[in-house]
């Protein structure tokens, strides 16, 4: 398991990113998820933390998901409008480069 931990810096104040490793007993074997866990006595050589609950699990970020939106594939009028434009900037660049 993985903790990020994002801070600022005591002398230039820019964000800094830290970030550490814990071995953690998970029982149900789940992956890609965002645990919460604590502290518990020694599971195995290694493992000293316990997997409590699930937080939320992880997905892939889609652009529908972010609300991230195609300029081309909002409307059809700007999808023309580019399309034109495109094609004029083709157009000037065989006249005066060809």
Do not use: D
């Amino acid at each position: 398991m993985e903790v990020i931990r994002i801070y600022a810096h005591p002398k230039y104040k820019h964000r800094t990113k830290s970030k550490k490793k814990y071995q953690a007993h998970n029982t149900h074997n789940q992956i890609n998820v965002i645990l919460q866990f604590e502290k518990s006595r020694p599971i195995s050589k290694t493992k000293t933390r316990l997997a409590i609950t699930v937080v939320a699990k992880n997905k892939l970020k889609t652009p529908e998901a972010t609300g991230a939106r195609s300029i081309i594939g909002s409307s059809p009028a700007l999808f023309s409008f580019w399309f034109i434009l495109s094609l004029l900037l083709l157009l000037h660049l065989l006249v005066n480069c060809g």
